[in-house]
């Protein structure tokens, strides 16, 4: 396996993601700006921040799988979510556990940051992520 997961001691525990993912691989995967689309481009969960989320995570799990890439290949994910506000993460988290067993997203999550954005490209969308991989 290219992607080795770790929260060394001395990092701030628990998280719902591991600190650092080191990647041997040589090809790199990048799956940019996935938002709560289908592939016709209709909107799906207007206005659920947890059915965007996993709505997202669904279609970056297409974006690793054309390029031979799964959820265990990631090195790093960024969430940007808008008008974020530390009461929303039980509905952020709520969507990951909806969909981290059907697409085999490791838990705890590789290195993730999440970033608050007053808008995103369209009104209704409420969150996208990026996604890096590394594979042999």
């Known amino acids: 396996m290219a992607v080795q997961l770790l929260t060394p001691e001395g990092m701030m525990q628990p998280v719902p ?11 790199q995967v990048h799956v940019t700006g ?12 207007t206005g659920d921040l947890a059915g965007q989320v996993a709505q997202a995570l669904r279609n970056t799990a297409i974006g690793l799988c054309s390029a031979g890439a799964s959820f265990a290949d990631v090195v790093r994910l960024t969430f940007y979510v808008t008008r974020w506000g530390p009461e929303q993460i039980g509905d952020f988290m709520a969507g990951i556990e909806r969909v981290a067993d059907e697409l085999e997203i490791p838990r705890p999550l590789p290195p993730a940051s999440l970033i608050g954005v007053e808008f ?15 594979l042999d």
């Open 120 to 134: 995103l490209f369209e009104p209704d969308v409420l969150v996208e992520v990026e996604a890096t991989a590394v």
């Open 34 to 45: 996935q938002i709560s689309r289908d592939a016709a481009a209709k909107p799906i969960a």
């Open 17 to 27: 993601y591991h600190h650092v993912a080191i990647g041997s691989g040589t090809r």
